[in-house]
T-cell receptor, first 115, second 111 residues
Framework: EPEVTQTPSHQVTQMGQEVILRCVPISNHLYFYWYRQILGQKVEFLVSFYNNEISEKSEIFDDQFSVERPDGSNFTLKIRSTKLEDSAMYFC?????????????FGPGTRLLVL | GDSVTQMEGPVTLSEEAFLTINCTYTATGYPSLFWYVQYPGEGLQLLLKATKADDKGSNKGFEATYRKETTSFHLEKGSVQVSDSAVYFCALNSGYSTLTFGKGTMLLVSP
């Protein structure tokens, strides 16, 4: 069964450093998403991406964040200058289409720890 | 804005007990409703969904019915197993790209 994959599974970085989180969405999916879950809190939407453009983003997704689809298979989330409060589990997801009835399929997550 | 409220956990049950995890929501329009499950060390997996009022989603013995009148989507299972121990997330999508999640409810099933 096709699945969303994410690398690395864990990342430890120093405050102020740049990190890139990588995702390979399901191959025939067209819509891609990033969510994050700070320990003990809700899963929160960060950004959605379609046709090489951001289609929606939350207030969390400020200028420190960027997303890219550098080739036909990868989808990346970059945090330019990490802060302590960026420590969280980051989930990538993808869906065939967009809209309320579409199912978003999630990857296993990358746990980011900023020291 | 949209929001999802789930019962606080952990929920601790013995094997073969009946499970209910409550979920209520606030949303504009007619959202689709989802239950996702997160097993230890793994990502979020779709468990079931319902896209309109009175629909019942079901999978692996779990069920949930979309109740528009009570804005609820409670998760139930008649007989839980140890392998059902996980965190369960209720979520909604109002028709855009954003899933809105509840805080999650941890279920612990003992033999």
């Amino acid at each position: 069964e096709p699945e969303v994959t994410q690398t690395p599974s864990h990342q430890v970085t120093q405050m102020g450093q740049e990190v890139i989180l990588r995702c390979v969405p399901i191959s025939n999916h067209l819509y891609f998403y990033w969510y994050r879950q700070i320990l003990g809190q809700k899963v929160e939407f960060l950004v959605s991406f379609y046709n090489n453009e951001i289609s929606e983003k939350s207030e969390i997704f400020d200028d420190q964040f960027s997303v890219e689809r550098p080739d036909g298979s990868n989808f990346t989330l970059k945090i330019r200058s990490t802060k302590l409060e960026d420590s969280a589990m980051y989930f990538c997801a993808s869906s065939e289409g967009v809209g309320g009835r579409q199912t978003q399929y999630f990857g296993p997550g990358t746990r980011l720890l900023v020291l | 804005g949209d929001s999802v409220t789930q019962m606080e956990g952990p929920v601790t049950l013995s094997e073969e007990a009946f499970l209910t995890i409550n979920c209520t929501y606030t949303a504009t329009g007619y959202p689709s409703l989802f239950w996702y499950v997160q097993y230890p060390g793994e990502g979020l997996q779709l468990l079931l969904k319902a896209t309109k009022a009175d629909d019942k989603g079901s999978n692996k013995g779990f069920e949930a019915t979309y109740r528009k009148e009570t804005t609820s989507f409670h998760l139930e299972k008649g007989s839980v197993q140890v392998s059902d121990s996980a965190v369960y997330f209720c979520a909604l999508n109002s028709g855009y790209s954003t899933l809105t999640f509840g805080k999650g409810t941890m279920l612990l099933v003992s033999p």
